[in-house]
Antibody
Framework: EVQLAESGGALVQPGGSLRLSCAAS????????MNWVRQAPGKGLEWVSY????????HYADSVKGRFTTSRDNAKNSLYLQLNSLRAEDTAVYYC????????????WGQGTMVTVSS | DIQMTQSPSTLPASVGDRVTITCRAS??????LAWYQQKPGKAPKLLIY???SLETGVPSRFSGSGSGTEFTLTISSLQPDDFATYYC????????FGQGTKVEIK
């Protein structure tokens, strides 16, 4: 079964750091582009970052540029998001999502992991 | 950056109703638009891609149309399982989501 599973969410103080992981299974992870999307409590979806299949190309939303870094380890079928200089407005459920090849829409999503930034 | 605006924000409806949600892009995105359904506490689910292509396994009562800057998602006959929040997403230039439309019981 094709699956994505996020982990690493936690309660962290403002200014702190966190690393999220997304474990992929059931498909050839190294062939797919991947993204992170977040959703603040009671709010809509916000695209966060993109990683090409080889990890050579990355893009970030302006709201996280310079603070968040996406990476991947294709040998471990894993995608990562390093969150630094966290702010209260970064509080959200963070999802990883697979890009449908040739379509660019997100066809597979994980269940999400909660990040809470609060003192 | 491309902005996506959905309307309405909330849509009261009854089972069997024909439901239409509109999504407008701040600039032309050709047909690079997807629609997702999200239920509380769950991840979004892809319904439609490339404006009008139905994702495998999605019921045929869902349809999408439009190109350029104006798009619609239509549910031909609303079913109990369809009460949810729907998001449009452009992928012409990176990715941007609309603010969502909650389809609720009238």
């Amino acid at each position: 079964e094709v699956q994505l599973a996020e982990s690493g969410g936690a309660l962290v103080q403002p200014g702190g750091s966190l690393r999220l992981s997304c474990a992929a299974s059931g498909f050839a992870f190294s062939s797919y582009e991947m993204n992170w999307v977040r959703q603040a409590p009671g709010k809509g979806l916000e695209w966060v970052s993109y990683s090409s299949s080889s990890d050579s190309t990355k893009h970030y939303a302006d709201s996280v540029k310079g603070r968040f870094t996406t990476s991947r380890d294709n040998a471990k079928n894993s995608l990562y998001l390093q969150l630094n200089s966290l702010r209260a407005e970064d509080t959200a459920v963070y999802y990883c999502a697979r890009v449908r090849t040739g379509v660019n829409a997100f066809d597979i999503w994980g269940q999400g992991t909660m990040v809470t930034v609060s003192s | 950056d491309i902005q996506m605006t959905q309307s309405p924000s909330t849509l009261p409806a009854s089972v069997g109703d024909r439901v239409t949600i509109t999504c407008r892009a701040s600039q032309s995105i050709s047909s690079w638009l997807a629609w997702y359904q999200q239920k509380p506490g769950k991840a979004p689910k892809l319904l439609i891609y490339k404006a009008s292509s139905l994702e495998t396994g999605v019921p045929s009562r869902f349809s999408g149309s439009g190109s350029g800057t104006e798009f619609t998602l239509t549910i031909s006959s609303l079913q109990p399982d369809d009460f949810a929040t729907y998001y449009c997403q452009q992928y012409n230039s990176l990715w941007t989501f609309g603010q969502g439309t909650k389809v609720e019981i009238k």
